[in-house]
């Protein structure tokens, strides 16, 4: 029934010329695009169903003759493709390697609509398709003198408008890092809208001019010889040129030796959206076609492998050597909490600042298997659908060592989104209340949605063309069917300067609950739809690149009506100039922002040019500037709509030298200020910022005190030593005093963490600036902390208990039960958060890490003037209710706010009480806290009958007067009077 289209497998070269390794060079990966199977829209048996439709101009007049193409909506094009790294749509990926991907589909053709049937338009413009076989088309129209139009998933029996706009133009220039005109480069132009290509080639001076063209946005593509492909996602036809400057492809040389001499190995490349690998047999290897951008590179052979290097591609060829060391293996086997093998696991090994060396999918129940690998600290990765995402410590040793991440199973909620017809609706965001995250429904409709906790969500989901639809679901769900129904519509127009505008976005939004976006820009017509709306009162405005917004609008929008506005958007000015240095050369990569901000940061060019596209006209503006290699020295100002500004950086003096530990030997990760170096030696040659004559940075390593240094301004600053952190040390053992190997063991303002070895043992670095922290261990359900002072050695006894069963009700202020309600605490004593979301009758039950906890009770979540409840959590089983439920009683206080004080009532009755006395009350059994109460009256609800001390006082210092304290009865006769 379906044909299948030859999508097969493109090589890339990009013409890197002659490279200096003769045969040992890795090209740029060969590129596999995925399969286009054509599907049949023709019925078997000569009957089948029809489509009809009109095919009319902009101003609405019928179109004689015009071609009339039709496809199935579900045959795969190039706008349906998502990223395999990072699951974004595939011409939305912020990458620059997706260029290479992208390239591929232009350069084979593939991907793009292929008409399975055509018609024409009669007389009155219209036209019919019959002896239809399926329930949804694409279908599109195209006529001399006018652009291209696409109605996409038409349904037979549903009358098909297809509105053909003005033809329209994208002109441009290819440049190359320097800002000189490329000529004969190949610009690729695609509709965001329409996936049909467009191709053209820049002249001598680089400048392109692609007509012809119909409804944008457009994804621009330009690519030429010995240069990496660039690209410019939304470019909007018009008179506004867009520049494409091209990067010529970098070259890493890597020499891999052992004990001096060259040596065998298998070298890895990995970065952003980047893995190659290629075997050297001694000879150095030259790895073509890279970005200049950041990766880490490793070598491996046998029982050995070099340390990961992270390397900057900034000149044309950069150079490294790896040397081999004795190496170790990761044995990775990962479990549920019941030691059930965990379904299809995906694990990532990356370095302790987050790089990542190595990703890898295994099978249920598979052996996974990292190595050989340089001896050190890492961080295992693990994510499966249905489990929470799990981080591990993992230091590797010479030989084998054994891990068992073990992953706990996550709350989800998952279904499918629909459109009006019950077909798929793809790539609909689904909106997750009242947790406010959101995911993205795939090819088929289908999500998947992590939850924090069992209980009552509500799910939403808009399309500006296909409608809306909410749906209450109380989690664990599957197979839950998520409906987009028309509901209430708008429709904007969006105009400036007396003409139609494209390429505007609408947003309308209710203070405090929600924001909606238009899934879209508007087309030629001006006009955006945001359809599917829930009824009620909205804010709207309108916005685009080149105007101001449109002035904040109040709709009102009711189900089943369309409302028709429009939206006028102001005109804008540009601030543009150019970064230089003191020898007046261009300086690219510099950030620059405006104060008052009025716009996104941007970014100065290869010539240094920069460019503001709308900004309020005539008002004057500050430029900051940030550069990791310049710093700014004289303040800059311009006006919107005024002269070019010339903004003047002072280059930074390269300073090198070496980072030791205190037992002199090399730290091999550390940072220089902004600069994260990652050498072997310690050596670092760097870009620092010096003043009268002086150096002066920060330097920073895990495990060491990090060290200011302040430095005549040579050239070579030396030796840089830190000093070895001071470090606790203790066991990690059960209920029954018997040891517990590999739980994670940390602190709550630690960067890292370690594993306790096969006798439960660990060494933990004390974190600096600290004077007391607290240290935990966690294994599975179990879990141990306490609290110590900075100048503690240990011996520490973490004892692990198991987690906590809490559970009760929440309620809202005016006694009911809280349903679907959000409830946000944070574990004292680790400073992690928790996130627990009532169920239909305000009910929850949840397990927790026993503990001091600090639960928010005000609407704003605030910590400040917002009441929050200090709690003890532990034992097997705890009940909590939140909230002023039946038979709880309140209190009143008068008092006079203050900055830095707080309101205690803590219950029972306090033999002494601290000055400041949050360090005690933090800890206390059940206390509520009002921190600066804003207004002079606090009412303290939610209070079961009995004993209380109040207590008044500043929070953070200690006072001559001590705080306040009373002891009252609830519930109490009258308002309590506070202060002295």
């Known amino acids: ?172 220039q290819v440049v190359d890092e320097a800002g000189r005109p490329l000529g004969g480069a190949r610009v690729h132009v695609m509709s965001r809208r329409i996936p049909l290509p467009f191709e053209t080639t820049s002249g001598p001076d680089g400048v392109f001019n692609l007509s012809g063209l119909g409804e944008g946005p457009f994804y621009v593509l330009a ?11 939304q470019v909007e036809a018009g008179p506004q040129p867009v520049r494409l400057r091209l990067t010529p492809a970098r070259t890493l040389e890597v020499r891999v030796t052992r004990d001096g001499a060259p040596a065998s190995a298998m070298v890895r490349l990995r970065a952003d959206h980047l893995s190659r690998e290629l075997r050297t047999d001694g000879a ?47 044995l990775v086997t990962v479990v549920d909490e019941d030691g059930q093998p965990v379904p299809e696991p995906e694990l990532q090994l990356r370095m302790p600042a987050g790089e990542l060396i190595r990703g890898e999918r295994g099978g249920t129940g598979a052996l996974m298997t990292f190595g050989p690998l340089a001896v050190g600290d890492y961080v295992l990765a693990g994510r499966a659908e249905g489990f929470r995402d799990t981080q591990l410590p993992a230091r590797v040793k010479p030989g084998e060592t054994q891990l068992e991440l073990e992953m706990e199973r996550a709350t989800v909620i998952s279904g499918q989104v629909l459109d009006v017809y019950g077909r798929p609706a793809p790539g609909v965001s689904v909106l997750v209340q009242p947790t406010g995250a959101s995911v993205i429904a795939d090819g088929e409709g289908r999500f998947t949605a992590p939850v924090p906790t069992p209980g009552l969500y509500e799910l939403h989901a808009h399309h500006s063309e296909w409608g809306g639809g909410q749906l209450p679901v109380t989690a664990p769900a599957t197979g839950v069917e998520l409906a987009l129904e028309p509901r209430a519509s708008v429709e904007v127009t969006v105009s400036a300067e007396g003409r139609r505008v494209e390429g505007a976005d609408v947003v309308l939004w209710v203070e405090q609950e929600g924001i909606f976006r238009s899934d879209r820009p508007s087309g030629s017509d001006g006009m955006v739809p945001m359809r599917g709306m829930p009824a009620g009162t909205y804010s709207m405005m309108a916005s ?40 007046n050369a261009p300086v690219a990569g510099a950030t620059l922002v405006v104060v008052p901000r009025g716009a996104d940061p941007v970014q100065s060019d290869a010539s240094g040019r920069f460019e503001f596209r709308s900004l309020r006209p005539g008002r004057g503006y500050r430029l900051e500037v940030r550069h990791t290699g310049y710093d700014q020295v004289e303040r800059a100002e311009g006006t919107a709509g005024g002269p070019p500004v010339r903004v003047v950086l002072k280059k930074r003096d390269v300073f090198r030298g070496r980072v030791v530990g205190d037992d002199g030997a090399p730290v091999r990760r550390f940072r220089v200020d902004e600069h994260d170096v990652n050498a072997p030696d310690g050596r670092f040659e760097l870009p620092l910022p010096s003043a009268g004559g002086r150096v002066i940075a920060s330097v920073d390593a895990t495990g060491y005190e990090p060290l200011m240094v302040d430095k005549p301004a040579s050239p070579d ?204 009350l933090m800890r206390s059994r059940w206390a509520q806290l009002v921190y600066q109460p804003r207004t002079e009256q606090v009412r303290l609800s939610g209070l079961s009958p009995g004993r209380y001390t109040l207590v008044w006082g500043n929070f953070h210092v200690e006072t001559p007067e001590g705080p306040e304290v009373r002891v009252v009865d609830v519930p109490a006769s009258s308002e309590v009077l506070m202060g002295r």
């Open 284 to 330: 150095p290897l030259h790895f073509t076609g890279l970005y200049p951008d950041s990766l880490v590179v490793t070598a491996e052979a046998k029982n050995l492998a070099s340390v990961p290097r992270t390397v900057v591609l900034e000149d044309s060829v950069t150079r490294v050597t790896l040397e081999l060391e004795e190496a170790g293996t990761l």
């Open 717 to 920: 600053l030396g030796d840089l030593v830190l000093e070895k952190l001071p470090s606790v040390s203790g066991r990690v053992i059960n209920e029954g005093g018997g040891p517990v190997p590999d739980a994670v063991v940390t602190c709550d303002v630690c960067d890292g963490s370690v594993l306790s070895g096969p006798d439960g043992s660990f060494t933990l670095a004390s974190p600096p600036y600290v004077t007391r922290y607290s240290v935990s261990a966690r294994k599975g359900r179990l879990s141990a902390s306490q609290s110590l002072e900075r100048d503690a050695r240990g011996p520490v006894e973490l004892k692990l208990r198991q987690a906590t069963r809490l559970s009760g009700k929440v309620y809202r202020q005016d006694g009911s039960p809280a349903a679907g309600f959000e409830v946000e605490a944070v574990n004292a004593d680790r400073s992690e958060t928790l996130s627990i979301v009532t169920g239909p009758d305000g009910g929850y039950s949840v397990e927790v890490s026993p503990g001091n906890y600090r639960f928010a009770l005000g609407a704003q979540r605030e910590f400040s003037g917002e009441p929050a409840l200090v709690v003890q959590v532990g034992g097997s089983d705890m009940h909590l209710d939140l909230g002023p439920g039946p038979g709880s009683a309140s209190l009143t206080v008068q008092l006079k706010p203050e900055r830095g004080r707080a309101l205690w009532v803590v219950a029972g009755e306090l033999g002494a009480v601290g000055n400041p006395p949050s360090v005690a």
């Open 544 to 583: 685009h690149p080149d105007y101001q917004p449109s002035e904040r609008r109040e709709v009102t929008l009711a189900d089943g009506q369309t409302l028709k506005l429009e939206a006028e958007l102001k005109p804008g000015a540009p601030l543009s100039g150019e970064v230089v240095d003191g020898q």
């Open 223 to 233: 690519t030429s010889e010995g240069y990496l492909p660039a690209v410019e996602p």
């Open 1 to 172: 029934m379906a044909a299948l289209l030859v999508a097969g497998v493109v090589w890339l070269w990009l013409g890197a010329g002659s490279t200096p390794g003769g045969p040992e060079t890795h090209a740029v990966t060969a590129r596999a695009l995925p399969d286009f199977s054509a599907v049949d829209v023709s019925s078997s048996d000569g009957e089948g169903l029809s489509l009809t439709g009109r095919v009319l101009d902009a101003s609405g007049r019928p179109v004689s003759g015009a071609e009339v193409f039709l496809a199935a909506s579900a045959e795969r094009t190039l706008l349906g493709l998502r990223c395999d790294e990072c699951g974004q749509a595939l011409l939305s990926c912020p990458a620059r390697e997706t260029a290479l991907h992208a390239l591929a589909f232009f350069e084979q053709q593939q991907g793009f609509l292929t008409p399975r049937a055509t018609v024409s338009t009669d007389a009155d413009g219209r036209f019919r398709f019959e002896r239809l076989a399926g329930v949804s088309f694409n279908v599109w129209a195209r006529a001399p003198g006018l652009g291209v139009a696409l109605r996409e998933r038409a349904a037979p029996g549903d009358p098909v408008e297809l509105y053909l706009p003005p033809l329209r133009s994208i002109r441009g």
